[in-house]
């Protein structure tokens, strides 16, 4: 019988993933009924409830002309051996536009068994719509909301 993969390994496993597009096994990382959620994602908090809404989630990700590269990533234990926070900044490049800009995170991840159970992913969502060219449009959806 083989050990399990311990959180820490998990979330790098993720982490390295991204940074290598490996969009189509990322999904495998998370339980069947695992629970991601964004509550700082722009223009609204949003979840992925199960593995396939994860899977759906990371496939859209593959289509789209960017690269992260995960660097200055700090891993915290906590008193839960299964929880663990990962801090650390991306460097993205856009490759349509040639814009090249840094996002940073904090994850506090829960993993049983191997696999992450739920995870709530804080990213800075304004700078991501910046980068992408995408603020005057997320800005313009705020007042339309207001009226």
Request: aromatic share 10%; charged share 25%.
């Amino acid at each position: 019988m083989s050990a399990q993969p311990s959180p820490r390994n998990i979330l790098q496993e993720l982490l390295d993933g991204i940074a290598n597009r490996r969009w189509v096994e990322l999904h495998r990382l998370y339980a069947e009924d695992a629970l991601v959620e964004y509550p700082f994602a722009l223009p609204a908090p949003f979840r992925l409830q199960g593995r396939e809404a994860i899977r759906q989630y990371f496939a859209t990700l593959s289509t789209l002309p960017f690269a992260m590269r995960p660097r200055d990533i700090v891993m915290h234990e906590t008193n839960d051996a299964e929880v663990v926070v990962v801090q650390w900044n991306y460097d993205v490049d856009v490759k349509t536009t040639g814009r090249s800009f840094e996002v940073a995170n904090i994850q506090v991840s829960t993993v049983r068994h191997g696999k992450i159970i739920a995870s709530r992913d804080y990213h800075n969502h304004f700078a991501m719509a910046e980068g992408f060219g995408r603020l005057e449009a997320l800005l313009s959806s705020f007042s339309t909301r207001r009226e």
